[in-house]
């Protein structure tokens, strides 16, 4: 299993980092067909083959999932799509 293990930093105050956060999430769940969910200041995120996780925390975005097999095909093209949008955003 592959696994992804991203850490942003950011200085935005919580309000507009977990807005930021959601249209990330709107971004990858449109690019890649996920669905995703606030669980407090967590937001999940799952499609067949992809579970993971976007904890937002004071100065520091920590995005991590879990790929099975078929999808860590393509690994390089999600963590990639993944840091393009948080440096847009962020």
Known sequence: MSRIDIRHAHSLPKAKARKAVEDVAKKLAEKFEMDYGWEGDTLNFSRSGVDGHIALEPEELHVHAKL???????????????KRVLKEKF
């Not at 078929?70 to 690994?75: E, N, P, S, W, Y």
């Open 68 to 82: 099975g097999f078929l999808t860590a095909m393509f690994k390089d093209p999600i963590e990639n799509e993944i």
